[in-house]
Structure formats: structure tokens, C-alpha cells
């Protein structure tokens, strides 16, 4: 199982981006699905997560400013995210919790892309 992210680079304040992280291999159903970030000398924390149902969760730090997506038929989670502040700039990691074709429940990282927010 891999999850590929995409859509990081640098980016005014104020402005917008949109990541993207697609699973691929022997997965039998994905259930939640979330974005992560890890700033420079801190610890890694969710940003926003979403079930297989659709609900989602953010931290109160992006409320209002990004939305998180999924798209089942494709495996992919989105996360659009606008008004980008410059305390916004990490690394951000998509994650999953899936079921694989053989029947074990796993959890799988993406390789983590880089937002900078700088003017």
C-alpha cells in the first residue's frame, strides 16, 4: 500500500493550495483518511481528518481556512486550503487507515509534502 501526496510549494500570505494524496495497492476500503504537519522543531499534529462517512474534524487552527475531501472512487483525500498564514508552513503528510485485500487493518503514511508560506 502507498500513498502518494502532492500539491505543496511556496505561497504568498493569503493565498491558496491544494494537496492531494491518492492510495494505491491492495486496499479493500479506506476508512478515515487525514492530513498532518510537522513544523520545523515541533511535534506532528492532525490538521484535519474524514471518515469513510464524510465527517470531518479540523483543529481549531484552520477552522474556516481549509477543507478537507475525499473522492472513494479514486482513494484520494484532498485538502484545500485558503488564507494561508505563514504559521501555516510545514511539511504535511496525508494518512490512512485501510483494510488491505488480505483482511488486516493497517495504517499508511504518505511521503509528506512542503508548504512554505512566505511573502
Known amino acids: 500500500v502507498q500513498l502518494q501526496a502532492s500539491g505543496g510549494g511556496l505561497v504568498q500570505p493569503g493565498g491558496s493550495l491544494r494537496l492531494s494524496c491518492a492510495a494505491s495497492?491492495?486496499?479493500?476500503?479506506?476508512?478515515?483518511m487525514g492530513w498532518y504537519r510537522q513544523a520545523p522543531g515541533k511535534q506532528r499534529e492532525l490538521v484535519a481528518a474524514i471518515s469513510s462517512g464524510g465527517s470531518t474534524n479540523y483543529t481549531d487552527s484552520v477552522k474556516g481556512r481549509f477543507t478537507i475531501s475525499r473522492d472513494n472512487a479514486k482513494n484520494t483525500v484532498y485538502l484545500q486550503m485558503n488564507s494561508l498564514k505563514p504559521e501555516d508552513t510545514a511539511v504535511y503528510y496525508c494518512?490512512?487507515?485501510?483494510?488491505?485485500?488480505?483482511?488486516?487493518?493497517?495504517?499508511?503514511w504518505g511521503q509528506g509534502t512542503l508548504v512554505t508560506v512566505s511573502s
Open positions: 495497492g491492495s486496499i479493500f476500503s479506506i476508512n478515515a
Open positions: 494518512n490512512a487507515v485501510l483494510t488491505t485485500t488480505w483482511g488486516a487493518e493497517i495504517g499508511s
